[in-house]
Nanobody, 119 residues
Framework: QVQLVESGGGLAQPGGSLRLSCAASGSISSTNTMGWYRQAPGKQRELVAAITSNNSTNYSTSVKGRFTISRDKSKNTVYLQMNSLKPDDTAVYYC?????????????WGQGIQVTVSS
């Protein structure tokens, strides 16, 4: 079983910054991809950013240039540095990890953390 625990959310002003962290524990493949998704009220969950085991990254167009995803493999932790925040970034942010084990795809989610951007 894999557990993901997010931290670092909260309230920020427009133009401000927040840093999210997600610590993974349990039986995790070393070749996992980790990512951040978000879901705003009344909207579908969407990918924000993802990072592979060899540190290739992918960003949604709405956050490119403002958000940075990184990971510390020694700590099984992924980070999301969010700069130049906008009210549209307000959402519940979810940490995700996915990997192949014994020819089967496994995927796990964190419980979600609220990010609110407001003056």
């Amino acid at each position: 079983q894999v557990q993901l625990v997010e931290s670092g959310g909260g309230l920020a002003q427009p133009g401000g910054s927040l840093r999210l962290s997600c610590a993974a524990s349990g039986s995790i493949s070393s070749t996992n991809t980790m990512g951040w998704y978000r879901q705003a009220p009344g909207k579908q969950r969407e990918l924000v950013a993802a990072i592979t085991s060899n540190n290739s990254t992918n960003y949604s167009t709405s956050v490119k240039g403002r958000f940075t995803i990184s990971r510390d493999k020694s700590k099984n932790t992924v980070y999301l540095q969010m700069n130049s925040l906008k009210p549209d970034d307000t959402a519940v942010y979810y940490c995700n990890t996915a990997f192949i084990r014994l020819f089967r795809r496994e995927e796990y989610w964190g419980q979600g953390i609220q990010v609110t951007v407001s003056s």
